[in-house]
């Protein structure tokens, strides 16, 4: 069996394993993220003496350089944390060890893992959304991760407002985006504290939260046509926040795609995912294993 290596590349900590699936990880560890040469050479020598491995996957903070074509593929673009801009991520792995390196974003790797392995097993075309710090989506489209122009940045999808509501949102790009409106941080923004401490202010929270989640799901129902749509991240344990996200996204599709998968309130259709915080490593072996064979 193929023995592959894993990083799961996030802002605050990496996450790196040996193995072939996530229940058969053979070694792992856990660093806080720094600057890149020292994370890096962290991750990379985590993997010395343990192979010999056939590719190593990076499921990645980004945004990222995917083209192929570029000469700064594998590289992370413009980001605001400090240090990173610019850095190479596969290039070091690749001269460390001279086998595929495949590389995608923490949420088109999040999406592939789930897709092989939880929440959205035996389909090929879905979306993984993380609702957290920061709000993220990954989308498998015909079972490959969906490249374009660069990649998919769902957390700034442009949403409806709430009438009257004057909460100017908390991107530094857009303001009221979704992840403006519905991040960790906005909603603790907008009423002062965090989510999770919120007490009886809690119902209009959700609500407040549900409805651009549910807007902007509707958007990616309409545009992409997923057979589901997996989302998580800390803000999703919010009580009753899935549930009033499920409803927003029916009202905002208005009885308009026809599908059987809506019936039941989508119950079925807008779900958690199922491998909680090992998607990310998961996400790293496929895309090592479709680095070994050449997919990307
Ligand atoms: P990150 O996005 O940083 O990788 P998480 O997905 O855990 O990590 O998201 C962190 C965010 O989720 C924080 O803004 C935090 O306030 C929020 N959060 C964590 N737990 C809860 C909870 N139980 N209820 C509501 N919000 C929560
Ligand atoms: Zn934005």
Redesign the pocket.
Known sequence: MALYGSIEG???KFVCAVGSTPTDLRAEVQFPTTNPEETLGRATAFFEGRGPLDAIGVAMFGPLDLDRQSPTYGHITATPKAGWSEADIVGPLFDAYRIPIGIDTDVNGAALGEGRWGAGEGLSTFVYI?????IGGGVVVNGSPLHGLVHPEIGHIRVPRIPGDTFPGTCPFHGDCLEGLA???A??ARWGR???ELGAETAQAVEMAAQPLGFAMANLVLALSPERIII????M??PGLLEATRRQMLGALGDYVGSAALDRGACAYVVGPKLGGASGIAGGLVLAERAAYLLQ
Do not use: C, R
Request: proline share 9%; charged share 5%.
């Open positions: 996030g802002g605050t993380t609702v957290g710090t920061g991040s960790g941080p909603i603790a965090p989510a999770k998580g991240g800390g803000v344990q919010l």
